[in-house]
């Protein structure tokens, strides 16, 4: 947002959230402005609709004028096109839903509209029900009350009774003679029955109509299932599980419900004892176990596989889907991780694979996954396990079989960048950090204090940190190839295979360049550095009297220049050297020669007494600013003017490409005591962009004080008044709205200007054409809603009288209020 000039050389000090006099400091409102208005009107909203009461009514109007509706009722959720829809509404006491274009993706019939379940809204009309799809805008037919099942189907009640609706069909697929049914819409696969209630019990019905499962049960909302068997049936009053297929029942000696096995697997008692059936009923296990049960606390997130754990004679085993007893009931504990089982007899723990070879023998106080966080999160696909030897920890990588002796007090997965996932693991012993890959390589031993990767997309370097001193360790190699020596180590641009080595602090530093072979390509003797175009780096001022340097980042490259001191200019190819950092000259260090005609005062050392010019950054488009006795010139790459020094002030170029130069001229009586400068825009090239020339304050020298965006702001002064005038022009320099106004503001991304003269508003379009004339008190916009802070039809405020004017320059006619005048309360901008 600009910030304009006005009159008497303040800034505006528009900065309210809607209204403009009132925060302009003038123009305040007659108490008595507005006794005659019959409706109260509010700003309308980037949807298209505004606020209206009249009286005790309230409604809502579209950008013609029309009542759009009464009352909003509820938003519905974020949607990326305008005929999605936006919220509930009531018109004329019925409801419908808005779509975010002012039109109707329901309209406004229904007695009620239910939009929780998202995907399908329910309706009423003339008091039956329907289910709306909001993704295929579809609407079933009316029921006297409908459900959702799966999409397809739908359960729907005529009369009493409650039948199966098919959408593809189009038709009743159960007829509706049941007292009502039940379906596991949480399920993972979606099943091709429902659970049925007729004469106070309950049964299975296929939705082909047939019973599955005759009506002879209980039936309670929990452990619902959509495969072959039936969990939340009971007969009086005991559990029950139903094999649908074959109608058998199954029950346990006590009350609680069987248990069945992710696979489908039932867990059936005989006389106290346990067995298995598969889900065709078939004997997988004789009943003669103690106990089966899946594996894990929380199986249901950290435990996947076709797994159980059987019990016989107080020992436990593994019982694989398929396979059987993959390991006999010979354990005092089990673990199942994955494909992985960690096995304990007396006390000691050791890890097994599915084949029941012998991974780790049981030799420890305990083996568990690495993730520590297994029973909530599972593996997370990793493979490697801790083994416990009393209070230290070691490793095992399943995938290798490579195995670290416990020796460490913590180990933890750890990732390679921020919020990034597990990538390698950390060992900790009293304060050392060692570090292994998933594969179980050690990359780093235990011996420092911390540590971080060189680059993140490699495991091979690590900055290490010991005694407080940073090297590098090279995890190939496995030895340091820079010793902990350095207060930093740095990349410098370009990433390539060097590393800047820094001691000292603020003041005191002390720079050099190491090899990623750990030789000194260049000794700590440099005491500046800097940067040069992204890929160089700079280092001058040698404390041994050496001259200054350019080093190539990418390859490595150390490039001895001809003189001590040296200075980026931030373009590449040059740079600026000094003997004795007094006075400099550019220098091409491809060329190997000095640029002519450019000698130039070394900016470290620059003082404004000197005679010598005083060359600034380089722009992008290879331009600079050069400062000669006082006024500023621009200067190319190969040392020639391309506009002489004739501006006393100057803006750097913009990421548009364009600069301001700036002309003093004296202070006179009307023009206040500090004085004006004469301006002008200079494209890329250096050149004006125009020939003319404009006034601003000579305090006015930032870049909000030119530029607003890609738009330039252009002044002049009146010539009978000495007032100053703004306007705006485009970033070629073609004026868009003339230099004729006390302030002008950029909104809606550029789509149009707000213009004030005195304490009168108006608005022109983009192109600079007026909309409304600058004859308005106040209007009705939200400065804080970036891009659509000026929204039409728009509240403005002339002759005493709030109206809605069009974006053609029109007063609106409001459905409703035939005076079209309006009260605004103004309190709550």
């Known amino acids: 947002m600009l910030q304009v000039m006005l009159k008497n050389n303040f800034r505006s000090a528009i900065v309210g959230y809607g209204v403009l006099a009132a925060t302009l400091g003038g123009a305040t409102m007659p108490a008595n402005a507005q006794e005659g208005a019959s409706a109260r009107a509010e700003r309308f909203n980037g949807h298209g609709f505004a606020q209206i009461t009249a009286g005790d009514r309230t409604f809502y109007i ?55 379940f998202g995907a399908f809204w329910k309706v009423m009309k003339d008091g039956k029900h329907s289910l709306y ?51 596991c819409g949480g399920c993972g696969r979606k099943s091709d029955y429902v659970y049925a209630q007729r004469d106070g019990k309950w049964g299975i019905m296929g939705f082909d109509g047939q019973v599955r499962v005759p009506f002879a049960y209980e039936h309670e909302h929990w452990g619902m299932r959509s495969d072959e068997w039936v969990r939340s049936f009971s007969k009086n009053g005991r559990p029950v599980v139903v ?15 069987l248990e069945i096995l992710a696979g489908g697997e039932l867990v059936v008692q005989v006389n106290g004892r346990y067995g298995l059936i598969d889900h065709d009923a078939n004997e997988i296990l004789p009943a003669e176990y103690e106990r089966i049960t899946v594996p894990n606390a929380n199986d249901f997130r950290g435990y996947h596989g076709p797994y159980a754990i059987v019990e016989k004679g107080g020992r436990k085993g593994v019982y694989q889907r398929g396979k059987g007893v993959l390991i006999p009931p010979q354990w005092d504990d089990v673990n199942v991780y994955d494909d992985y089982f960690a096995l304990a007899k007396d006390g000691r723990w050791g890890l097994y694979d599915t084949t029941g070879r012998e991974l780790l023998a049981p030799s420890y106080t305990a083996v568990t996954h690495v993730n520590d966080y297994f029973y909530s999160s599972g593996s997370k696909g990793i493979t490697i396990f801790k ?55 050690e990359l780093l031993p235990l011996g420092y204090a911390s540590w971080s990767l060189w680059d993140t997309s490699s495991l091979r370097y690590f900055v290490v940190t010991k005694a407080g001193k940073q090297g590098l360790y090279d995890a190939e190699l496995q030895r340091e190839i820079i010793p902990p020596a350095f207060d930093q180590l740095r990349k410098l641009p370009g990433s390539g295979p060097i590393v800047l080595t820094v001691n000292g602090d603020y003041g005191d530093y002390r720079y050099g360049i190491r090899r990623m072979d750990g030789q000194e390509a ?152 500090v004085g004006y400068v004469a301006y002008q825009f200079l494209g890329r090239d250096g050149r004006p962009l125009s020939s003319e020339v404009y006034t601003a304050p000579n305090e006015f020298l930032m870049a909000m004080d030119y530029f607003t965006g890609r738009h330039l702001v252009i002044r002049r002064v009146e010539e009978n008044t000495g007032e100053l005038r703004a306007g705006i022009a485009d970033s070629t320099g073609q004026v868009l709205v003339p230099p004729k106004y ?71 006619q409001v459905e409703g209020v035939p005076s079209g005048t309006f009260t605004v309360n103004t309190g709550l901008w």
């Open 62 to 116: 579209d950008r013609a004028g029309k009542r759009l509706f009464d009352s909003y009722i509820e938003d519905i959720g974020s949607a990326d096109t305008a005929a999605q829809p936006l919220g509930v509404v009531t018109k004329d006491g019925r409801y419908g839903v808005l779509a975010r274009s002012g039109g109707w993706v329901l309209p406004p019939e229904y007695q009620q509209i239910d939009t929780r």
């Open 133 to 183: 799809s909001r993704e295929e805008g579809m609407l079933l037919p009316f029921f006297d009350d409908v459900g959702y099942l799966d999409g397809r189907y739908f359960d729907v009640k005529a009369g009493t009774k409650w039948g199966v609706y098919d959408r593809e069909a189009a038709q009743l697929a159960i007829p509706a003679k049941y007292d009502g049914f039940d379906y």
């Open 243 to 257: 094999h649908i297929p074959t109608g058998r029942e199954f029950s346990a000696d006590g009350r609680d419900p």
């Open 387 to 441: 083994t416990r030897q009393k209070a230290l920890y070691g490793l095992y990588f399943a995938e290798t079989g490579q195995v670290v002796s416990p020796k460490f007090h913590e180990i933890d997965l750890a990732s390679l960048t921020y919020d990034g996932p597990d990538a390698v693991v950390v060992g900790e012993h009293q304060g050392e950090q060692a570090v292994y890959d998933f594969t179980g390589r």
């Open 522 to 673: 260049v000794p700590a003797e440099y005491t500046v550095y800097d940067s040069v175009g992204g890929t160089f780096a700079l280092l001058s001022g040698a404390r041994n009297g050496g001259p200054a340097i350019l080093i190539d980042g990418r390859r490595g490259v150390v490039t001895k220049l001809p003189a001590r001191y040296a200075q980026s200019v931030r373009y590449p190819g040059l740079v600026l050297i000094s003997d004795d950092s007094v006075r400099a000259q550019l220098y091409s260090p491809v060329l190997g020669k000095s640029v002519p005609n450019s000698k130039f005062a070394f900016a470290y050392a620059y003082d404004d007494r000197t005679e010598d010019a005083l060359l600034e950054r380089f722009s992008p488009f290879g331009l600079g600013w050069v400062r000669v006795d006082g006024r500023y010139g621009l200067l190319d790459t190969a040392g020639n003017w391309v506009t002489e020094p004739v501006y006393d002030r100057v803006l750097d170029f913009n990421a548009h490409g364009i600069a301001v130069g700036a002309r003093y001229f004296p202070a006179s009586d009307w023009r206040s005591q």
């Open 742 to 812: 006390d302030g002008v503001e950029v909104f809606n991304n550029g789509a149009y200007f707000l213009l004030s003269v005195g304490y009168k508003f108006g608005i022109a379009d983009r192109s600079g054409q007026i909309i409304l004339p600058v004859e308005f008190d106040n209007l009705l916009l939200n400065r804080y809603e970036k891009g659509t802070e000026i929204t039409f039809p728009m509240l403005c405020y002339k002759n005493g009288e709030w109206q809605y004017y069009t974006d053609k320059g029109e007063v609106l």
